[in-house]
């Protein structure tokens, strides 16, 4: 496994990869890895001659300070994760040598889909990540790169990205990875007491049941319904859910046969705040 601080050293070795016309597969994450991010490695190596993971925790997409300080960094153990998937190549640069003295995001138009759900709540948060992907996207130059769909919102956003800017590769988003009591695999679970750990899978209990009730309720019985039971939940708090269209993220209020629908959702449960997302039929 071949491990990079340097944008210039990680540059040279790719190019010589490309220049044998080996693809390349890219998962980039924040680090403090678990079953999910190894699941994408797992699939990227299963279409590409090399898998390149990136672990940078990017401050220009948090909103909140603390949240940044106390985003779980343990370096050791993914790198001794990262070996056992037998990724090839790791990427774990420092904030000056992807930002260098100015630590500023770009502004993004990605089509109103930023001013959705996550980016009512997180001020600034999709430019963030607008940013650190397209740094990312432009060093590594990968032919593939593999999301989860945890993340729904960024994953369509990073596709619009891809797109505005005429970026080649391809985006691959693949299906949440959970634990078995359903509860979405997170680098924020290792921070929930063990009161919230058991608290927790109730998100994905509510979402499967929106689901079930979803052809015969409309979206605002089933928004309200959901409400109440948060109301009812001392232990999780409600931030926001909603029913929305897959491609706008719009939030409906009307079912078109023709279109794809999620289901999503934002609580706290205590200070760590959790998202999950499910598809509707």
């Given amino acids: 496994m071949n491990v990079f601080k340097l944008k210039?050293?990680?540059?040279?070795?790719?190019?010589?990869?490309?220049?044998?016309?080996?693809?390349?597969?890219?998962?980039?994450?924040?680090?403090a890895l678990h079953r999910g991010h190894l699941s994408l490695i797992e699939s990227a190596k299963l279409k590409n001659s090399l898998v390149v993971v990136s672990i940078f925790v990017n401050p220009t997409q948090f909103d909140n300070s603390d949240d940044l300080k106390k985003y779980p960094k343990p370096l050791e153990n993914d790198l001794k994760l990262l070996k056992q998937v037998k990724c090839d190549v790791v990427f774990i640069p420092d904030v000056k040598e992807i930002y260098s003295k100015k630590i500023t995001s770009q502004n993004f138009d990605f089509d109103g889909l930023e001013l959705e759900m996550e980016g009512k709540h997180r001020e600034g948060h999709f430019d963030g990540v607008g940013t650190i992907v397209k740094k990312l996207f432009e060093i590594i130059k990968p032919d593939n790169a593999y999301f989860g769909e945890k993340d729904f919102q960024q994953l369509q956003i990073i596709k619009k990205l891809?797109?505005?800017?005429?970026?080649?590769?391809?985006?691959?988003?693949?299906?949440?990875?959970?634990?078995?009591?359903?509860?979405?695999?997170?680098?924020?679970?290792?921070?929930?007491s063990e009161q919230h750990k058991k608290a927790a899978p109730f998100i994905y209990e509510v979402l499967r049941d929106t689901q079930q009730r979803f052809t015969s309720k409309t979206p605002k019985e089933l928004t309200l319904w959901v409400e109440e039971k948060f109301k009812n939940n001392e232990l999780l708090q409600l931030e926001y859910f909603t029913i929305a269209e897959e491609e706008t993220l719009k939030t409906t209020e009307n079912i078109q046969p023709n279109k794809n629908y999620r289901a999503f959702i934002a609580a706290y449960a205590g200070n760590v705040r959790l998202i999950d997302n499910i598809r509707l039929q």
């Fill in 162 to 192: 891809v797109k505005k800017l005429n970026i080649p590769l391809k985006i691959i988003g693949l299906p949440i990875y959970r634990e078995s009591n359903g509860l979405a695999m997170s680098s924020r679970n290792s921070r929930l």
């Fill in 8 to 31: 210039s050293e990680l540059e040279a070795f790719l190019g010589l990869q490309k220049k044998e016309n080996k693809t390349i597969g890219f998962v980039p994450t924040m680090g």
